[in-house]
Nanobody, 123 residues
Framework: QLQLAESGGGLVQPGGSLRLSCTAS????????VGWFRQAPGKEREGVSC????????DYEDSVKGRFTISRDNAKNTVYLQMNSLKPEDTAGYYC????????????????WGQGTQVTVSS
């Protein structure tokens, strides 16, 4: 059964960087579109970024454009989210998810989910 594991979260000061990883087991990530989502306490889950099956389409939520970069390494069966210039408002649990379909940041369209990794941006 396909399973996802996120890693790379932690505590970072404003302006710092983190790289999140999403590694799959029991399946191959390259067969899916992959999305990164985040959810802060009391807020709805929002789509941060997503990458299409063939990597030819990428989308970012407006507040992270120019700061976050999504990428895929099929050899490692891993998708990354490089997060630079982090802000306190980026604090949230971050989740990766897979979708067998076209690109979207709508969480309801994703089928497989990881357990998440916490990102806290604070001085």
């Amino acid at each position: 059964q396909l399973q996802l594991a996120e890693s790379g979260g932690g505590l970072v000061q404003p302006g710092g960087s983190l790289r999140l990883s999403c590694t799959a087991s029991g399946g191959t990530l390259e067969n899916y579109a992959v999305g990164w989502f985040r959810q802060a306490p009391g807020k709805e889950r929002e789509g941060v970024s997503c990458i299409s099956i063939s990597d030819d389409f990428i989308d970012y939520e407006d507040s992270v454009k120019g700061r976050f970069t999504i990428s895929r390494d099929n050899a490692k069966n891993t998708v990354y989210l490089q997060m630079n210039s982090l802000k306190p408002e980026d604090t949230a649990g971050y989740y990766c998810a897979l979708r067998d379909g076209s690109l979207t940041r709508n969480a309801l369209e994703y089928h497989y989910w990881g357990q998440g990794t916490q990102v806290t941006v604070s001085s």
